[in-house]
């Protein structure tokens, strides 16, 4: 079964970076389009940001356009999100996702594989 594993959150503190990896355990994804989501305790998953299987196109939630970038390294199998000036409002849980049915993202919560998350916690 295939398998999305994330890495790389922690604790951090406010305007400090952090760069989150997600690794598919076996098959290829390179042709699927990626995400990463958030869920905040007590709140609902929500959008972060989605790549297209080239790398060519990319999409942020407004909240962290600017802050955060999405790549990927399809020979690694791997996606990655780099948080840049994070703020306390960036702590959450952070699920990286992909997407079998588009190698450009729409419907992003569609997505059919998801990891099983790692921790975010920006302190003030």
């Known amino acids: 079964q295939v398998q999305l594993v994330e890495s790389g959150g922690g604790l951090v503190q406010a305007g400090d970076s952090l760069r989150l990896s997600c690794a598919a355990s076996?098959?290829?994804?390179?042709?699927?389009?990626k995400g990463w989501f958030r869920q905040a305790p007590g709140k609902e998953r929500e959008f972060v940001a989605a790549?297209?299987?080239?790398?060519?196109?990319?999409y942020y939630a407004d909240s962290v356009k600017g802050r955060f970038t999405i790549s990927r390294d399809n020979a690694k199998n791997t996606h990655y999100l780099q948080m840049n000036s994070l703020k306390p409002e960036d702590t959450a849980v952070y699920y990286c996702?992909?997407?079998?049915?588009?190698?450009?993202?729409?419907?992003?919560?569609?997505?059919?594989?998801w990891g099983k998350g790692t921790p975010v916690t920006v302190s003030s």
């Open positions: 996702a992909a997407d079998s049915r588009y190698s450009d993202p729409k419907d992003y919560y569609g997505m059919d594989y």
């Open positions: 790549i297209s299987w080239s790398g060519a196109n990319t």
């Open positions: 076996r098959g290829t994804f390179s042709r699927y389009a």
